[in-house]
């Protein structure tokens, strides 16, 4: 397994920005698939965005379709969220995970690492 730590949640109000980094350990950084997921108070943790090994393939839930870019750096073993024109609907707690099979996935059990969570809150 690989070591995930999250950075960057926040305060933010409803139309700002915020860029989240998620930062792994370990020198196969490049075999993962990568994705973010969240997860709201009362609820179960859902997809947002993934990302395939190299970085030419992602995915995105509809929600954050067009708002919402995720990005890979291999050499940096350092994965991004950039989240643009925020909305008090994505107040939640921020995971990125890892998927040792390399396949991007939209289910939470496809990844086998998990960062500690980010918050991440918008104001109306």
């Known amino acids: 397994q690989v070591q995930l730590i999250e950075s960057g949640g926040g305060l933010v109000q409803a139309g700002g920005s915020l860029r989240l980094s998620c930062a792994a350990s370990?020198?196969?950084?490049?075999?993962?698939?990568m994705a973010w997921f969240r997860q709201a108070p009362g609820k179960e943790r859902s997809f947002v965005a993934a990302?395939?090994?190299?970085?030419?393939?992602?995915t995105y839930a509809d929600s954050v379709k067009g708002r919402f870019t995720i990005s890979r750096d291999n050499a940096k073993n350092t994965f991004y969220l950039q989240m643009n024109s925020l909305e008090p609907e994505d107040t939640a707690v921020y995971y990125c995970?890892?998927?040792?099979?390399?396949?991007?996935?939209?289910?939470?059990?496809?990844?086998?690492?998990w960062g500690q969570g980010t918050q991440v809150t918008v104001s109306s």
């Open positions: 370990g020198r196969t950084f490049s075999r993962y698939a």
């Open positions: 995970g890892a998927a040792d099979h390399g396949v991007v996935a939209v289910v939470a059990g496809a990844y086998d690492s």
């Open positions: 990302i395939s090994r190299s970085g030419d393939s992602t």
